[in-house]
């Protein structure tokens, strides 16, 4: 899978990317990121990318210009394809697991970063297909969400992730939240492991483990837990 990040800052991409397990899928080469600086593609001779709204307001914006070259200099689309290109932006559609199960189908993305008061809308007019926010809170450009969106995308794709199985069994899948776990030692300043984990009776511990589910979905998202009512009664 490869990911193409549209950016005013690729090394904040590249830097972040090249750690822990992402880091390592890249070397792996069962994921690829390529981060384009669009002030490369700038034609003004001091590489500005920004210039100033028509009809006034606060701030400045991205040129259509540097943004619609920067994309086209991406090797697929040069050769005709369309991969998909997501537009970070806190308007967007807000992200989720079922997103990124969608996006890891694909086996090319491109993620467009804004900074400034935003872009010009010919560019997004021009080349998005998705806008996706990460949640309802104002950040400062979209290289964190994009990030995000890339590190959520990537561990659902084959080997990334050393437990094929760990992608399937954790929060979000059957809307609950993971169970408690514990590691050694048994007990740490008079904290006891609980029990059962210690009965080797795999049939009670399956059980306990989901009802702790059960109850710290119920505590922490009652709106999750609505859903996985709902779903277990109509099974
Ligand atoms: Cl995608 N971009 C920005 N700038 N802020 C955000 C966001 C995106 N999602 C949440 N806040």
């Given at each position: 899978m490869k990911f193409n990040v549209l950016t005013l800052f690729p090394e904040m991409i590249n830097n972040a990317m090249s750690e822990s397990i992402i880091g390592r899928a890249i070397t792996n080469e069962l994921i690829s990121v390529n981060a384009i600086n669009?002030?490369?593609?700038?034609?003004?001779k001091h590489m500005k990318v920004d210039d100033y709204p028509y009809g006034g307001g606060a701030g400045m914006l991205m040129q259509v210009q540097p943004v619609v070259d920067a994309y086209n200099s991406i090797e697929s689309v040069k050769n005709g394809k369309k991969p998909r290109v997501i537009y970070l932006t806190p308007w967007g559609n807000t992200f989720n697991q079922d997103m990124a199960k969608e996006f890891a189908k694909e086996d090319e993305l491109v993620f467009l970063c804004g900074h400034y008061?935003?872009?010009?809308e010919r560019a997004l007019d021009m080349i998005v297909t998705d806008f996706v926010s990460i949640g309802d809170y104002v950040l400062t450009g979209g290289e964190l969400p994009a990030m995000v969106m890339i590190d959520a995308i990537s561990r659902?794709?084959?080997?990334?992730?050393?437990?094929?199985t760990s992608a399937e069994f954790e929060s979000f899948n059957n809307n609950l939240l993971e169970h408690p776990q514990y590691s050694r030692p048994e007990e740490y300043d008079g904290l006891k492991v609980p029990q059962v984990l210690l009965s080797g009776h795999h049939g009670n511990i399956e059980k306990w483990r989901l009802e702790q589910s059960v109850e710290r979905t119920k505590k922490y998202r009652p709106d999750l837990y609505e859903k996985y009512l709902k779903n277990t009664c109509n099974k």
């Open positions: 669009i002030r490369d593609f700038s034609k003004n008061e935003g872009i010009d659902l794709v084959g080997g990334v992730l050393n437990n094929e």
